[in-house]
């Protein structure tokens, strides 16, 4: 018994530890949270129902700002308690290969046990050494543009990164949802500050004399130019990322192929790179409610187009070798199905 204590008293500790780090981490959230109850009460009561005199100016005023403001609390919610996804059943190693795994201590042998598990599966991207790339935390094969966090211990499909304002990570299954929050609070600040600016000129000449509300009006217009300022850099660089249809961890390091490294491998054009967040349906675009292409597992790619033919790789030395880029340019954004017909069509007419 008296073995037994000191170890009761570690796991103890260790438990308290846990809650405390799980307690802390909403602290950002709660900050946000009373930013934005405070800016409904100064914008609200301060603003529209004590400065405000026009009642058609008032009405109107509302109105726009709880339009506004239900949506970006809405993509704040769906941000925050929308789960990342895991990989399914089929990425995770078996029992029997976990064990031949584990008991192998020569490391190709260990690249061979995991490159027969990866071929039943649609996986495309390599580690920087060209091996498949594996988690040995959660003990799953990864899915291309699924990464392990740390904070979340999980591995999570197409993770973009974890974001303590929201107190969760940022994946396939929420990154439409972030990205309109982002837009929906560049829209608030952009609002408040478009709206509060005249009584803010009003209240600092001394045309209004309302002491509380002069507090509340002034100090509204700094914190809405200071949330817009940064949040428009943020907003700008997600936008970006979209645009090249990359996540932050691929634009900090390229995802690599078997042909190697290369950034733009999920590139397929501005419009399908739009879709594989947004959607199809364009009339869910600027709602949070999931739309996304696909189940985050697979994403089509121009390297998978590329592997299949070797004509197509290389498109550098293309270029450099004065090679016309056209065929590149309407070959590169074929799908794999496209791509894979139009090789049977080949193969039958020269058969």
């Known amino acids: 018994m008296a073995v037994a204590a000191p170890v009761w008293w570690k796991m103890a500790v ?7 780090q799980r307690a802390f981490a909403w602290l950002p959230v709660l900050i946000i949270t009373l930013v934005v109850l405070w800016s409904y ?3 609200v009561c301060e603003l529209c129902l004590v400065t405000l005199s026009n009642p058609v100016e008032k009405v109107a005023y509302l109105i726009i700002f709880h339009i506004i403001f239900v949506l970006f609390v809405w993509t704040y919610w769906k941000s925050i308690f929308t789960l990342p996804v895991q990989p399914g059943k089929k990425y995770h190693m078996s029992y029997a290969d976990q064990e031949r795994y584990e008991n192998e201590e020569r490391p190709e042998v260990q690249r061979q046990i995991l490159a ?3 071929r039943k599966l649609p996986v495309y991207t390599r580690t920087g050494s060209g091996g498949i790339r594996f988690c040995d935390r959660c003990q799953l ?5 699924c990464h ?7 591995c999570v499909l197409k993770m973009d990164h974890h974001c303590p304002w929201v107190n969760n990570c940022i994946g396939f299954s929420n990154y439409k949802f972030f990205l309109l929050f982002l837009a929906y609070s560049l829209l608030y600040c952009l609002y408040i500050a478009a709206t509060v600016f005249k009584y803010f000129i009003k209240y600092w000449t001394g045309e209004l004399t309302n002491r509380r509300s002069k507090f509340h009006v002034l100090f509204l217009l700094f914190v809405a130019v200071m949330f817009f300022v940064s949040l428009m850099f943020l907003f700008g660089y997600h936008c970006w990322l979209v645009s090249r249809n990359r996540s932050t961890l691929e634009a900090f390091s390229a995802p690599v192929f078997q ?3 290369d950034k733009n491998g999920f590139n397929l054009g501005f ?12 009339k869910l675009w600027l709602l949070p409610i999931a739309s996304s292409q696909g189940d985050g597992h697979f994403f089509p790619m121009r390297a998978l187009c590329e592997a299949q033919n070797p004509l197509l790789a290389n498109e550098e030395q293309w270029e450099d070798d004065g090679m016309d880029e056209e065929p590149d340019a309407s070959l590169s954004g074929v799908s794999v199905r496209d791509f894979s017909s139009e090789g049977q069509k080949t193969s039958g007419s020269s058969g």
């Open 259 to 261: 042909n190697g490294p």
């Open 141 to 145: 094969i990864k899915p291309d543009r």
């Open 271 to 282: 419009v399908k790179n739009l879709q594989q967040v947004f959607g199809e349906e364009k």
């Open 116 to 118: 027969e598990i990866a």
């Open 41 to 43: 009460y100064a914008y």
């Open 14 to 20: 260790s438990r308290w530890l846990r809650c405390c």
């Open 148 to 154: 392990h966090c740390i904070v979340c211990a999980i």
